[in-house]
């Protein structure tokens, strides 16, 4: 077991990040000098929306998503919805609406898939993810070519803590598409949790690399390792990235980040990072432990005694 100062508030930030980045090898480069637009996208209800492979949220009953912060340039949009066709168009640089029609799927095999998604999202206990593995084998089953359901097999059985297993289905993933950061991130993170930190690192590494340096999940995870090995300067270089890629979708990243600044006593640039994230989520899952801890930072930077 990896020890944490706050366990039960990493876990959570772990699960609410890894559920929702989906990261694959058609990502792009970004920099701090992009401009940065808003997109509103239209489609199916309760459709999830991925740019760059990367997933940015789900629409609402009226099937519209506003991206906030999205970089200019050219993108690939891929939208799913359970009962649809998944599918994935160009967006032209410039472009501020974008409307995605789907098609019904009569595809075994693809409704199986986001059968199999939707148990792994909606997994609360073993039990359930295990319904998940089953779900995902079934689709495999019927549709040998899908690679990303080897990949979702993947993260629920590192949910199991089925190490050897999960890392048996990024293999198979990777003899389908050669190059795919979002395997090589999740393998990183297997690595990790099996207490691998050098190989981990050289997972997400290669994940950075074949995203073309666009990759949060592997960010956050190389993050992680850093801090774990004590190179906090590091660690808080990798948030940053993940930051400018995520930072709308994910303000988990950061209380990930916060928590780098107080092990370094910098306790500004961690209420900083505290407040982004309530900025971003004021009713998220981790508002209420946030508000707490910015309070409790503040009397540490004050040099007040803090009583359990």
């Known amino acids: 077991m990896r020890s944490e100062s706050r366990p039960w508030l990493f876990a959570l930030c772990i699960l609410l990040l890894t559920s929702n980045l989906c990261v694959g090898q ?9 401009s940065v637009v808003v997109l509103t ?3 199916e209800p309760n459709a ?5 492979d990367v997933r940015r949220g ?6 519209k998503l506003a991206i906030k912060r999205l970089r200019s340039g050219r993108h690939r949009v891929l939208v799913r919805a359970n009962g649809f066709k998944e599918t994935t168009v160009p967006l032209p640089a410039g472009r501020r609406q974008l409307s995605v029609k789907l098609l019904r799927t009569t595809d075994a095999g693809e409704l199986a898939f ?15 993810r295990a319904r998940a593995v089953e779900l995902y084998r079934n689709a495999i089953e019927l549709k040998p070519s899908l690679a990303a359901a080897h990949v979702g097999l993947a ?9 050897n297993e999960a890392l048996a289905e990024i293999a198979a993933a990777r003899r389908l598409r050669r190059v795919y950061p979002e395997a090589s991130a999740v393998e ?3 690595h990790r949790e099996a207490a691998f930190d050098d190989e981990a690192i050289r997972s997400f ?9 666009f990759q949060p999940e592997a960010h956050v995870g190389l993050a992680r390792v850093l801090e774990e090995k004590g190179d906090l300067v590091q660690a808080i270089a990798e948030y940053r990235k993940a930051i400018d890629q995520l930072a709308d979708s994910e303000p988990v990243i950061y209380q990930l980040l916060g928590g780098v600044y107080e092990r370094m006593q910098n306790y500004k640039e961690a209420v900083a990072a505290y407040e982004k994230y309530l900025e971003l989520a004021p009713k998220g899952s981790l508002a209420p432990a946030l508000r707490s801890i910015i309070e409790q930072v503040r009397r540490d930077a004050a040099g007040q005694e803090i009583i359990p």
């Open 26 to 34: 058609r990502s792009r480069g970004t920099s701090n000098s992009d």
């Open 41 to 43: 996208i239209t489609t």
């Open 48 to 52: 999830i929306v991925w740019i760059d």
């Open 58 to 63: 789900v629409t609402d009953g009226s099937g």
């Open 114 to 128: 986001q059968e199999a998604e939707t148990a792994r999202e909606q997994a609360k206990d073993d039990e359930s």
């Open 155 to 163: 993260r629920v059985l590192l949910d199991l803590n089925q190490h």
């Open 188 to 190: 990183g993170r297997i």
């Open 205 to 213: 590494r290669r994940a950075i690399q074949e995203g073309r340096g």
